[in-house]
C-alpha cells in the first residue's frame, strides 16, 4: 500500500499570506495526486487533481505542482474560507487509494 | 448536476448489522465508480472500498476488506455500506464519493456523510 505523508501537520498563517503544503508519497504515483480541503463540519472537497489541475470553480489562488514521490500545494493569498484541513490523495492503482494524514491550515 | 445523498443517522450496538445508503442520478450513476470513505471523530480521512455500479466489479482497502461490504443496485442508483457485526469502533463519518474519467478519477463529488454511532 502506498504511504502518503504530509508536512507540516499544522500551518499557521495570517490572511493575506502565502501557504506550502507538502505531500511524500512511497512509491512513485506519477501525476496521480489530488487534493482536498475539509472545513469544520463539512464534507472534503476536490481542489486539484493531476497534481496540479484545478477543479470545477476552484480559485486560482490555489495551485498544485509535483510529481513521483513529491508534491506541493500553494494558496497564494490566504482568505478566511481557506481555512480547514487539507489531504492528499493518490489514486495511482485503480485498486487502490490512500490519503494523507492531513494539513491543519489555522489563523496565526 | 450529479449530487450523492446519503441515508440518514444511525445509533447501533454492538454486534449488530447495519446498512447504509448512497444514492446517485439515475442517468450519470453508472458512469462513476463509488467509494466510501471514513472518518473518525477528530481524525483524517481513510479509503475503504470502491465499487463499479456497471457491473459491480469492488475493490477494498486491506485494512477494511474484512470487515464490511460494499454494494450497488443499479436500478435504483444506490450504493451501500454493510457491516455484520458492528464494534465500538466503527463509530465515525461515512462519506461516498464518485469518481470518473473527468477528473481523471480523483474524488470530485461528495455525499454529506451518515455519521454512525456504535454503543452499548
Same mark, same amino acid.
Given at each position: ?6 508536512? &507540516? ?5 495570517? &490572511? ?20 482536498? +480541503? +475539509?472545513?469544520?463540519?463539512?464534507? &472534503? ?64 | ?23 446517485? /442520478? ?27 455500479? /456497471?457491473? /459491480? ?62 454503543? /452499548?
Amino acid at each position: 500500500e502506498v504511504v502518503m505523508t504530509q508536512s &507540516p501537520a499544522t500551518l499557521s498563517v495570517s &490572511p493575506g499570506e502565502r501557504a506550502t503544503l507538502s505531500c511524500r508519497a512511497s512509491e512513485s504515483v506519477s501525476s496521480n495526486l489530488a487534493w482536498y +480541503q +475539509q472545513r469544520v463540519g463539512q464534507a &472534503p472537497r476536490l481542489l486539484i487533481y493531476g497534481a496540479s489541475t484545478r477543479a470545477t470553480g476552484i480559485p486560482a489562488r490555489f495551485s498544485g505542482s509535483g510529481s513521483g514521490t513529491e508534491f506541493t500545494l500553494f494558496i497564494s493569498s490566504l482568505q478566511s474560507e481557506d481555512f480547514g484541513v487539507y489531504y492528499c490523495q493518490q489514486y495511482n492503482k485503480w485498486f487502490s487509494r490512500t490519503f494523507g494524514q492531513g494539513t491543519k491550515v489555522e489563523i496565526k | 448536476e450529479v449530487q450523492l445523498v446519503q441515508s440518514g443517522a444511525e445509533v447501533k450496538k454492538p454486534g449488530e448489522s447495519l446498512r447504509i445508503s448512497c444514492q446517485g /442520478s439515475r442517468d450519470t450513476f453508472t458512469t462513476f465508480w463509488i467509494s466510501w470513505v471514513r472518518q473518525m471523530s477528530g481524525k483524517g480521512l481513510e479509503w475503504m472500498g470502491r465499487i463499479n455500479p /456497471s457491473d /459491480s466489479y469492488t475493490t477494498y482497502s486491506p485494512s477494511f476488506q474484512a470487515h464490511v461490504t460494499v454494494s450497488v443496485d443499479k436500478s435504483n442508483s444506490t450504493a451501500f455500506l454493510q457491516w455484520t457485526s458492528l464494534e465500538a469502533s466503527d463509530t465515525a463519518m461515512y462519506y461516498c464519493v464518485a469518481d470518473s474519467a473527468m477528473t481523471q478519477y480523483a474524488f470530485d463529488i461528495w455525499g454529506q456523510g451518515t455519521l454512525v454511532t456504535v454503543s /452499548s
